[in-house]
C-alpha cells in the first residue's frame, strides 16, 4: 500500500476554508468530503451562502479518517467510531462502546501486524534466495538447474511459490 504524504494540510489552512480548498489540502476530492459528511464522519460548518465552511479541526478529522483507512481500517468502522459519542445518551454509555470499539481495532491491527511481519520474513528469505541466482546462466525453470537455491527451498518459503515456475502443462511460460 503506497501511503500518500500530504503537505501538512493543517499549515495550509487559515482559519476555515470551502470544500475545494480542503479537499486540495487533504489530496482528496470534494465528493469524499461529501461522502464523509453523508457518513456522519464530519459536520462542517455553513457560511451564510450555504457553503461548506472547514475549519482546522474538521481537517484534522479527516487526517484521522484517511490515516486509519489507509492502514486498513475499514471505513464502516471508522464511521462507527466516529459517530458513537453522538449517539449514545451518556457520556457512561458511549467511554464503553468506543472503548469496545478501540479493543476490537487493537485485536484487529496486531492480527495484522503479526501477518505483515510474516510477509516480511518471508519475502526477506525470498529475495536472499533470489540474489544466489544472480548471474545463472540456466533458463528460469525449475528442475534446469541441479545447484538452484530457489529451486531447492520452494517448499520451505511459501512466497517463491509464487514467483518461481511450477512446470506444469498450460502453465506460464516465458
Known amino acids: 500500500m503506497v501511503q500518500r504524504k500530504r503537505s501538512d494540510a493543517r499549515s495550509d489552512v487559515g482559519?476555515?476554508?470551502?470544500?475545494?480548498?480542503?479537499?486540495?489540502?487533504?489530496?482528496?476530492?470534494?465528493?469524499?468530503?461529501?461522502?464523509?459528511e453523508e457518513l456522519g464522519i464530519l459536520?462542517?460548518?455553513?457560511?451564510?451562502?450555504?457553503?461548506?465552511?472547514?475549519?482546522?479541526?474538521?481537517?484534522?478529522?479527516?487526517?484521522?479518517?484517511?490515516?486509519?483507512?489507509?492502514l486498513g481500517i475499514g471505513l464502516r468502522?471508522?464511521?462507527?467510531?466516529?459517530t458513537t459519542r453522538s449517539r449514545s445518551r451518556t457520556g457512561d454509555t458511549a467511554s464503553r462502546k468506543v472503548h469496545r470499539q478501540l479493543e476490537d481495532m487493537h485485536r484487529d491491527v496486531a492480527t495484522k501486524r503479526k501477518q505483515c511481519e510474516d510477509l516480511l520474513s518471508q519475502i526477506d528469505a525470498a529475495a536472499r534466495l533470489v540474489?544466489?541466482?544472480f548471474g545463472c546462466e540456466e533458463p528460469p525453470r525449475q528442475g534446469?538447474?541441479?545447484?538452484?537455491?530457489?529451486?531447492?527451498?520452494?517448499?520451505?518459503?511459501?512466497?517463491l511459490r509464487l514467483i518461481w515456475d511450477q512446470?506444469?502443462?498450460g502453465g506460464p511460460t516465458r
Open 167 to 169: 512446470d506444469k502443462p
Open 144 to 159: 534446469k538447474c541441479k545447484a538452484c537455491p530457489v529451486a531447492r527451498n520452494v517448499e520451505n518459503v511459501q512466497l
Open 15 to 36: 482559519e476555515a476554508v470551502k470544500i475545494g480548498a480542503a479537499a486540495c489540502a487533504l489530496k482528496t476530492t470534494p465528493r469524499t468530503l461529501r461522502f464523509y
Open 77 to 82: 468502522d471508522v464511521v462507527e467510531l466516529a
Open 43 to 70: 459536520a462542517p460548518g455553513r457560511t451564510l451562502g450555504k457553503t461548506r465552511s472547514y475549519t482546522k479541526g474538521d481537517i484534522e478529522r479527516i487526517e484521522a479518517v484517511q490515516h486509519l483507512t489507509e
Open 131 to 133: 540474489k544466489e541466482c
